[in-house]
């Protein structure tokens, strides 16, 4: 049994279950969604820490109590190239400091924990859309034999087989106007089969928690140092 959850103590596990129990019920029913847990951007540079990826790309940062500040800047720089709709999840305490940092396009919820040590979410800024989602970046989440298949079905893979990702990721944002690219991108992140491993525990041997209306959580790895959780509805 967890211990109360003050407000001085609440750590970001504390929001993110609420947060997540929140997107998997908006969502159980919608086989088109994928709900993904500290999704890397840019080659890894950093990790979000849920992600939505349905008929859009939505990143979710969260700053519990116990966090700070630090690294927002950079991390609200490099969101803001790849997500259509960022949402942050703030402690109170952070508010004011965070609206300074965080684009105006971006949503925030405020964390707070009431009387029965339930924490709750409010929001405070609606978001709205990304002005300039950056193609370089976004091509960034994709596998090598992802871009290759989007340029095979494109009839425009030529000889790129056998050159490196990079050269790949120049091409492809070269022949691909970005609402078609946000869309390939989308739906190769949620064909990836290769992500997923039998089981139900963290690389740490952790049980990994699950909603009741999710039936299907699978530790995913995709190279040594790259490591995240996916969950489908049942």
């Not at 500290?38 to 519990?64: P, Q």
């Not at 927002?72 to 999840?89: E, G, H, K, N, R």
């Not at 120049?170 to 946000?182: F, I, M, R, T």
């Not at 997923?196 to 999710?214: A, F, H």
């Amino acid at each position: 049994m967890r211990g109360l959850i003050t407000l001085s103590g609440m750590r970001d596990g504390d929001v993110r279950r609420v947060l997540r129990d929140r997107l998997v019920a908006a969502h159980a029913h919608d086989e088109g969604t994928l709900l993904v847990e500290e999704l890397g951007l840019c080659r890894g540079t950093v990790r979000v820490d849920l992600a939505i990826v349905n008929g859009i790309l939505k990143g979710y940062e969260i700053k519990s109590e116990r966090d700070t500040l630090v690294r927002l800047a950079s991390q609200a720089c490099i969101y803001s190239q790849v997500f259509d709709t960022v949402t942050l999840v703030v402690a109170e305490r952070h508010l004011a400091a965070a609206e300074a940092i965080v684009p105006p396009w971006w949503g925030i919820e405020v964390a707070t924990c009431d009387d029965a040590s339930s924490v709750k979410l409010a929001v405070v800024r609606d978001e709205a859309a990304n002005p300039s989602v950056d193609a370089h970046s976004l091509v960034q989440l994709l596998w090598r034999d992802e871009v290759v298949a989007i340029l095979e079905q494109l009839s425009l893979s030529k000889s790129f087989n056998s050159k490196p990702r990079k050269v790949l990721w120049e091409y492809l944002v070269s022949a691909v106007p970005l609402p078609d690219l946000k869309g390939a991108v989308r739906d190769s992140i949620k064909s990836r089969s290769g992500w997923r491993v039998d089981g139900q525990q963290t690389p740490r041997g952790e049980t990994c928690p699950l909603s009741s209306t999710w039936s299907d959580s699978r530790v995913l790895c995709a190279g040594s140092r790259n490591r995240r959780y996916i969950y489908r509805p049942s």
